[in-house]
């Protein structure tokens, strides 16, 4: 009970008195006094238990609580507030009752600074125990503090039970518990006061304020007020060598020389006396001292000039220009002196190398002019980077046609050491200009005549030179003449195309350099423009394709009159036909005279020259193109028959008939018509109201016949002409022809022709053959309307397939007469058997007795076909091969004619027969593709694919052929390329149309060698698909009549060996027609 009383009462309370030292210096502390009251709870805890207090040794209680004096020494730091003090007195706690007697004795005092402290005692606990302790934490912010006249003064100082608090009372003080205030005065001994010091102030110039290297640069200080000392003048951070003393003004002065830079000077004072004075510093002046100026030795240079691509170049093209830029030869090391100092320096050079020069270089272009001086125009200004200065010409800043010289100025780098240098390129750099003006090509309704012939020496340069020839063209002498060219012509434009070839050898052994002219053809319009073209090959590169373009122009050409007989000598230009110096700037004169600059450029370097002016010798004007000669024979109407009945002669198409020549075929004309000697086909004016041959109705024109008034109706002949080569397997007619005048002007010549190549006369479909051009009518003394030499295109679609070569392009002239009151003789038709076809039995035919009449053959089942027109063919050939040709390998190119390009290659207007019944037909369809690669080197042309179904499963694409291959031999006929899988293809069949799609096809053994190597029989090729529209039922021919039948053709096509069936040795003859007449429709003139 007693310890939970004490322990709810114990609190604390007492002050303390320190005794003065007789000693004193700065700091100690003398007569110091301590009170505190530990805590009032525990005073009155010891009163009210009937304890007491014994004050003892120095101790009292006054001032109360308790006080301390008797001070036994210590020390007050009035900088830091640190002290350490210790007092005497002793105080007895005493609690009998409660068994309590506690002795605190020798406090001393500790201040860690001006915020902290403890309070310590002596102790002796009522357990007996004893020792030193902290019994308080000092809080020395709180209270009222004060240091003054050497007394620091404490009031009021928060106090907090220490470690000895809560041992020495039994545990029930804990430290940091709040405890009585307490209040303490130390006097103590104060520093004595310090003396007083005299400010000072430096100031400081400096004269020049701006200087030169080596310069002299004067400081001058002052002191205020003006006391001994001295002066250290400082720049930035390094001190001149030696102080300065101050006079008796207080100035101190020193010079300095000037070192380049930037320098900022300050003077530092340190008095003598430094107790009386302060040391001071003076404000940064700031002097700037630029270099001494150099006197600088100069150094040579010199400066070349040269440009990419080497001349001559195409206008366009990007030229480089560099410029290089060293030091002149034999100059030895420069110096340079800077005039202050006399030292000497090198000049400016790149770390690490010798000298290079150092500036920029500016470009001139000198335009090459005919007469006087051109100006120089700058091209630009390049800095010089390593000795070398580029600048590069892009398209858009490209030179002008011409001639150009070039100048390019060096100018040194501001202070450098280089002296600047100039060049001026002597060599003319000749800008080409290539483009031609373009000649006005005939239009679609143009007219053709044949057989012109033409004269041309070449150039009287060429005298001494090895002319040779081919095809049309033979060397008479120096003469080069050409024949068999073709005129294409309207009322403003004229073409005429010779095939052949023209090459002149330079001197033999001497250059022996060449140039090869290939079929070479003249165009010439209404304007007077013209060209002289060809396709170009050199001895530069003989085996290169040879390229087109214009060899000369023509200037204020005439049109030839083709309608009349004549001749025409056309001058090819030379004189100003390019720009000044081109080609050649000599003695100062840029020439403007040549050959086609795109020919000339064309032309092998080593007798270039020999194609334009290039000097003032005699020889020079040998050097013009001759004049091309040219001769012509006109169209001749032919004659009419006697009598007033007219006639229609037509030729149908030269190459036709060159090729039933050429390979025997046979020619039969009847019913009305002959046959020329010149080989055209003549036949007679047929009877009004004629309807053709027996059951054909006319399918065009009106019924009525022609009206002059009008120029509206048909005019009507009469007559076949068959023909047909056994061992070739054809058999076609054409009967019965008609001119139609439409209302709209369209003229539509029109005839019964086979429907099928085998059936000759005895399946015949009257079709439109060509549209013919109009023209006007003229009337002969005998009143018959007479139209000469009609030009013509053959239809878009033509039967049988064998035509379909001809399909849209060019007739022969077509000339006819007409007697409109004439008497007319009714020519009866004449039925011939068709051509028998060996490799299969002979078809029963109607039997032609001598005496014309006709004699059935006995009744034979009827094989029906259905007529095909309009038919697609779709195929990508092979996938890899179109790759390969195109890609980076072949480097090659695809070019299509009649074809289609896109999701593989396809052709269009097929015609032909299929029989539904047995799966058997032919369709026939006309175009090529050319695939060419490795520069020429491969080269396989596909044309006229036809498709010949064998069954309901099976058939084999047959197509005219033309190859190089890489190596080994070529292929040049009429090829079984591959073998359809028509049993895989998703397949249509309808009354009106028949179907395969994506049949898989299998290449065969010719169509591998076709391809030159690059794939084996039996590997596939792309699917194809067959779409083909069926129209009017036929008479089966040999390609649809039953396997087996008497008129069914033989399958040599299925077999993959080369073959020659029908159109063997045509197709060949019509791929090369149509090739030539592609390119005269398609050329463009002037390019």
Known sequence: MALVLFAGMLVFGFALTATATTTASTGDVSGASLTWGIKDSWRNYVSGFGGSVALANGSSASPAPYGWGGSTGGSYDEATGAADVSFGGAITFTVPAHHISITLSHPELTLTDAATGNLSFDYTDSAGASGTAVFATLDLTTGTN???????????????AGPGSASVFGGFYTVGAALDTVSFSLPFEAAPPAPVVVTTATTLTATPAAATEGDTITLSASVSPAVAGSIRFVDGTDALPSPVAVDTAGSASATVVATTGTHSYTAEFTPTDTSAYSASTSGAHVVTVTDAPVVVTPVATVTTLALTPAAPVLLGSATTLTATVVLAPATPASTATPASTGTPVTPPAPAGTAATPQGTVEFFDVKAVTTGTATPVSLGTAPVTGGVATLPLTPLTALTAGGHTFTAAFAPAAGSAFIASTVTTTANYGVVDTTVKSVQAPGSDAKTLAGISANWDYSAYSSAWVKTATGNVAVNGQTFALTGGTATYDSGAAVIDFTGSIRVLAYPGIADAWVQLTDPSLAVDASGAGAWSATVTTSAAPDARGTRLVVATLTGAVLPTFGTTGSTSYSLDFAGTTAPGTWSVSAGVAYTNAWSNAFVLQVPTSIRAFYYSSGTSAAQATKPPSPLAVQWTAAVAPTEPVGTAGSLVWGFKDSWRTYLKMFGATVTAAGGATVG?????????????????????????????????????????????????????????????????????????????????TVGLSSLARIDVATLADSSSTTDANGRLVFSNLSGIFSSVLQPGGWSQYQSVATDPVSFSYGLNAPVVVVPPVVTPPLTVPTAPTPLQPVLTGDGTVVAAPVQPVCVAQVVSGATLTWGVKQSFVSYITGPIAKGAIATSGVSAGDGFTWSGGTGTFNASDSRGLVSFGGSVHFTGHAGALDLAIANPRVQILSASSAVLVADVASKALQGSGVNGTVSLASIDLSSASAQLTDGRARWV????????????????????????????????????????????????????????????????????LALLLVGVGILSLRRRRRTTGV
Do not use: M
């Open 677 to 757: 000697a010149d080989g055209r086909f003549s036949f007679s004016q047929a009877p009004a109201g004629s309807a053709g041959s027996a059951g054909l109705a006319a399918t065009t024109g009106p019924a009525a016949e022609y009206d002059p008034a009008t120029g509206v109706g048909t005019l009507k002949y009469q007559g076949s002409v068959d023909f047909a080569n056994a061992s070739h397997g054809f058999d076609i007619a054409l009967q019965n022809p008609w001119v139609t005048f439409a209302a709209d002007g369209t003229v539509v010549l029109s005839a019964e022709t086979s429907t099928s190549d």
């Open 146 to 160: 004060s240091v003054n006249d050497g007394v620091a003064s404490f009031s009021g100082v928060a106090a907090a």
């Open 998 to 1065: 994506d049949a898989p096809t299998t290449l065969t053994a010719s169509g591998a060698t076709a391809f030159g190597g690059f794939y084996t029989a039996g590997q596939a090729l792309d699917s194809l698909t067959i779409s083909a529209p069926l129209g009017a039922s036929t008479n089966c021919d040999g390609y649809s009549a039953a396997a087996g039948s008497a008129g069914a053709a033989g399958s040599l096509a299925s077999t993959g060996a080369d073959v020659t069936p029908l159109w063997g040795g």
